[in-house]
């Protein structure tokens, strides 16, 4: 075990591609900017008597230079490659009190942005790159980490280098490797033609299929040891056709170093009794304020003022996966019914379009609002009155972790994160939201019309919105479960 055995310290490197607050696209930056400060929060007593020194590591990008002009340089590192060394450098700021390290380097140019998708070459050398970094980085500043934690593909290729180093590495000997999917179907193909100039070789290993064995996140899954999917749910699902990608078969054979941990939620960002981005504050002890929220909302969005018409939401990116284009015709479906409907988010121009065609056929009742806009979802989510998740797959989602706590109900699709996450069982006191099966309009406009048949009952819909805020989506029980596997790897070790 690294540092004095008396302090039972356990070392943990976390590697991402974003980590909020510094800078945040997707999910991935919500779960690097909180499973840090959850992971080094936990009581000793509750993991063993160790204490978790866990550090991040993310790439020194443009929107984090804005932020941060002048950031603590600590060390100069180079990554070795078949065309010469790329010099690289160290800078360190913190989130809370978690350290985190800053890398620069030639192929993280300072004016790109976080994923560049008109220039996917740039993404590949920007993220190899920043795999091997990571690991240069730390024999430079000299702290060896116990666990390399690795997020999705833009950093499984330092999973994959500590593998091919570790036996001859006498500073990594002792390393072990945990590798997070967060979004399977992200495999990092478009790295495959330049693994070559950063020194890597396609996979020999014959479990994987062809097609796979130069793309990084599939290198990273053959030799990680542990493997983490980020619900207990869309840990079953990438071991079948529909949600393996393809590498349903592989990862069959590596289930045994599989498991699920569901994302936590940041309880104090989203609190709805402490919000500073909302109209009105309330609580499950004044819950019956929340109803004002939503009559600032329909007024600022120029929606007809009605505290009983329900107010239907969707908040995120507007793509396929995310079933926007489900809501849309299964909101057709039900036009015979009261309802409001607001869409918050930007993606694919096809479902922006289809969103504001909604809006012009439906002026009174629909509003699509084609931005990122983070206050404008805290008021949404203290004002609506359903949300709307209709995602093909959801590894794990936040929505609607985010929803509940504010009294929103979600109507999704039963599957991923969403399943763990939401209760609609036949015993109605218990049930936390409404799922459906198939990812198909008609399918979603039966679970839609079942939560506007229950809005109308106010005792049964009160109920179900305090039984919501009541979850406990915190970080803690995710970070112990974390905890338990990063001690289960050092024990293999021993």
């Known amino acids: 075990m690294s540092a004095d055995a008396n302090l039972k310290t356990l070392r943990i490197l976390m590697i991402a591609s974003e980590a909020d607050p510094l800078v945040k696209v997707g999910g991935l930056g919500d779960v690097a900017g909180s499973l840090p400060q959850a992971l080094r929060a936990l009581p000793a007593e509750k993991i063993g008597g160790f204490t978790l020194d866990v550090r991040l590591a993310i790439p020194f990008h443009s929107v984090i230079r804005q932020k941060l002009p002048s950031p603590l340089p600590v060390a100069s590192f180079s990554v070795p490659t078949p065309a010469g060394e790329i010099p690289g450098q160290v800078y360190l700021t913190r989130i809370g009190n978690t350290p985190v390290y800053l890398i620069e380097g030639a192929p993280i140019p300072p004016d790109a942005p976080v994923y560049n998708t008109t220039n996917p070459q740039q993404d590949a050398e920007k993220y190899l790159f920043f795999s091997l970094a990571c690991l240069e980085a730390m024999r430079a500043l000299n702290w060896q980490p116990d666990i390399l934690h690795a997020n999705d593909w833009h950093t499984a290729l330092a999973v994959y280098q500590l593998h091919n180093i570790r036996q001859r590495d006498p500073f990594f000997k002792h390393t072990r490797s945990l590798l997070a999917i967060h979004n399977l179907p992200f495999l990092g193909g478009s790295a495959e033609k330049t693994l070559p100039a950063f020194g890597f070789q396609p996979s020999q290993d014959k479990r994987l299929p062809d097609w796979a064995r130069s793309f990084p996140l599939p290198l990273g899954l053959s030799v990680a040891d542990h493997i983490v999917a980020v619900s207990p749910n869309y840990a079953r699902e990438i071991l079948t056709p529909a949600f393996g990608c393809g590498l349903q078969d592989f990862l069959r054979t590596r289930i045994n170093s599989i498991s699920g941990i569901l994302n936590g939620l940041d ?228």
């Open 267 to 494: 309880q104090t960002l989203w609190d709805p009794a402490n919000d500073t981005l909302i109209d009105h504050r309330f609580s499950l002890a004044t819950l019956s304020d929340r109803v004002q929220n939503k009559l600032a909302l329909q007024e600022q969005l120029e929606l007809p003022r009605d505290p009983n018409i329900p107010l239907l939401i969707a908040i995120g990116r507007m793509d396929q996966q995310k079933g926007m284009d489900i809501a849309i015709e299964g909101l057709q479906m039900v036009t015979d019914q009261p309802w409001q409907m607001v869409f918050l988010g930007t993606g694919d121009p096809l479902l922006e379009s289809a969103c504001r065609s909604l809006q012009a056929e439906f002026p009174d009742r629909v509003r699509a609002v084609i931005r990122f806009d983070l206050a404008l979802s805290h008021r949404m989510y203290a004002s609506g009155d359903i949300l709307l998740m209709p995602s093909r797959y959801e590894p794990c989602g936040l929505a609607q972790m985010i929803a509940m706590r504010y009294g929103c109900i979600p109507v999704a699709r039963d599957t991923g994160g969403l399943h763990d996450t939401i209760q609609d069982t036949r015993q109605p006191n218990q049930n936390t939201g409404f799922l459906f099966k198939d990812p198909l309009p008609s399918s979603f406009s039966v679970a839609l019309l079942r939560a506007l048949a229950l809005y109308h009952n106010h005792s049964a819909w009160n109920a179900l919105q305090i039984r919501c805020m009541q979850q406990d989506f915190s970080w803690t029980q995710s970070a112990i479960a974390y905890a338990n596997i990063y001690f289960k790897l050092m024990e293999e070790t021993q």
